[in-house]
C-alpha cells in the first residue's frame, strides 16, 4: 500500500454518490443527492493529497481532525450495520468523514480508494483561514458540511 502523496491542481468533473444494497442483489445502484461544494473555490486553502487504489483514508474508529473532499476518483465506504455492510462508492465532489470532522467523534466507517483518488483536506485551521479570506464561502461550506453529514 502505498503513502498519500500532495499532487498539484487535479480535474473537476462531476460528483454524486451510489448506493449499493446488498439486499436486492449488487447490480442495484441508486443515486443519493449530494450538497453543493464548490471544490475549485477551495482549492486554494486547501493541501492536496493522493491515494491509490487500495489505500484507506479513513479506518473506522480512527479519530481523525480532518475531513477529505474528493476532487479525482472514487472511494469505496463501507460501514458494518445491524442487517449487514452497507457500501457506498463516493466520486468527486463527495466529502469523507464530514460527520466526524463536525462531530469531533471517530470515524464510523472504513474508506478505501477504488482508483487514484485525489482530495482536499480540511481541518479546524484551513477552515478558520477560510473564514478570515473568504467568509461566505466558509460559511457555505461548512453548512454544506452540515448538511451531508445530517
Given at each position: ?41 477551495l ?74 483518488t ?31 453529514a445530517?
Amino acid at each position: 500500500m502505498s503513502e498519500p502523496v500532495e499532487s498539484g491542481s487535479p480535474n473537476l468533473v462531476r460528483h454524486s454518490i451510489w448506493l449499493n444494497c446488498p439486499q436486492v442483489g449488487p447490480e442495484y445502484t441508486a443515486s443519493v443527492a449530494q450538497p453543493s461544494i464548490d471544490v475549485a473555490s477551495l482549492q486554494p486553502f486547501c493541501r492536496v493529497l493522493r491515494f491509490a487504489p487500495g489505500d484507506i483514508l479513513r479506518q473506522e474508529g480512527q479519530h481523525c481532525a480532518d475531513t477529505y473532499l474528493i476532487i479525482d476518483g472514487s472511494v469505496t465506504v463501507a460501514r458494518k450495520t445491524k442487517r449487514s455492510p452497507e457500501i457506498v462508492v463516493a466520486e468527486t465532489g463527495s466529502p469523507i468523514g464530514e460527520i466526524e470532522f463536525i462531530q469531533g467523534t471517530s470515524a464510523i466507517a472504513t474508506v478505501t480508494a477504488r482508483t487514484e483518488t485525489s482530495v482536499l483536506v480540511l481541518d479546524a485551521r484551513t477552515v478558520a483561514h477560510l473564514e478570515q479570506k473568504q467568509p461566505a464561502l466558509a460559511a457555505h461550506l461548512l453548512h454544506q458540511l452540515t448538511i451531508a453529514a445530517d
